[in-house]
């Protein structure tokens, strides 16, 4: 039997046994019913319903089918799985240091990811930072997390990750707010040479990045950055932890959300310009 670590994942394990409940109520199924249609014990199907226990993929796969919604069976799977995965706690991730915590596990995920869909509201996105940068972002967190100081492997670890850039069929759409242009990590030099390279990747035919100007009528905020891998997972940061969200109807929301956001982004020459504003800021404090 699976066990649940932490609080939140208890709840929402619990949440799983309720909705399953549900399903086998809406089939007007006893739990003694579910259990001889499902070849398990009916004193297994009481501890799922509660939360005690967890249920696998083939016991998802069997409840859904004995209750007449196989159609929910991908999203109770997707559900499931992200009981255990959708908190990576940064303090545990961190004790082997800053590489680790910058994910070497999202290796595999960048390669067979086709589209990537990224917002960001006060930084830019790590695929597009110079080393420069990326030392100086990671100069505090690695105070603040008390990791072992890796900044160097970091560092390196981040730049070789951005090579997806230039891969054969891999595209980029990103929606950066204007704040993350005039948000320093380091010193003027640092923030400048970022936004020349920002510059840079925009001549990429396969990147897209657009700007949402700090004055602007608008309706949705983002209140956190979030990446959108293809369709299958949507991921964010928060200062205690990395979020995976693996949910179908989770991911569409997150989509749904981009595209609102990417309407307020101006593209080419307007969004050019604003960053060439802000060098032009810089180099006026030397």
């Given amino acids: ?17 309720v909705r ?18 499902t070849g398990q014990h009916f004193t297994r199907v009481s501890k799922i319903e509660h939360g005690v226990q967890v249920p696998s993929d083939g016991d998802l796969h069997a409840w859904a089918t004995a209750c007449g919604a196989a159609e929910q069976i991908p999203d109770l799977i997707a559900t499931q799985r992200s009981v255990d995965s959708e ?16 994910g070497a596990h999202t290796v595999a995920l960048y390669e067979k990811t086709s589209l990537f869909r990224i917002y960001e509201h006060n930084v830019i996105p790590g695929l597009f930072q110079t080393a420069d940068y990326t030392a100086a972002m990671l100069a505090f967190w690695i105070r603040f997390l008390e990791t072992p100081n890796d900044m160097e492997a970091a560092v390196a670890a981040r730049m070789e990750r951005q090579r ?3 891969q054969k ?21 640092t923030q400048a040479g970022q936004l020349d390279r920002l510059l840079a990747v925009m001549s990429l035919p396969n990147v897209s990045i657009g700007i949402i100007p700090m004055m602007v009528e ?17 991921a964010l ?22 595209e609102n956001l990417k309407s307020y982004a101006v593209y080419g020459k307007s969004a050019r310009a604003l960053i060439s504003r802000a060098i032009a800021e810089l180099d006026s404090r030397n």
């Fill in 87 to 102: 908190y990576l706690e940064f303090r545990r991730q961190s004790r082997a240091g800053m590489k680790r915590v910058l």
């Fill in 237 to 258: 940061e928060i200062p205690t932890a990395s979020i995976e969200v693996t949910r179908p109807q989770e991911i569409e929301l997150y989509a749904r959300m981009f």
């Fill in 164 to 166: 997806v850039i230039y």
């Fill in 169 to 189: 069929g891999k595209h980029f759409v990103v929606v950066v707010e204007e704040q993350a242009l005039r948000t320093w990590f380091g010193n003027a030099e």
């Fill in 1 to 17: 039997m699976t066990t649940i670590p932490s609080s939140s994942a208890k709840q929402a394990q619990r949440a799983i046994g």
């Fill in 218 to 234: 608008r309706g949705p905020v983002g209140s956190a950055g979030f990446w959108i891998f293809d369709n299958s997972l949507a």
């Fill in 20 to 37: 399953l409940r549900e399903l086998r109520k809406d089939a007007r199924l006893s739990g003694r019913a579910l259990a001889a249609a």
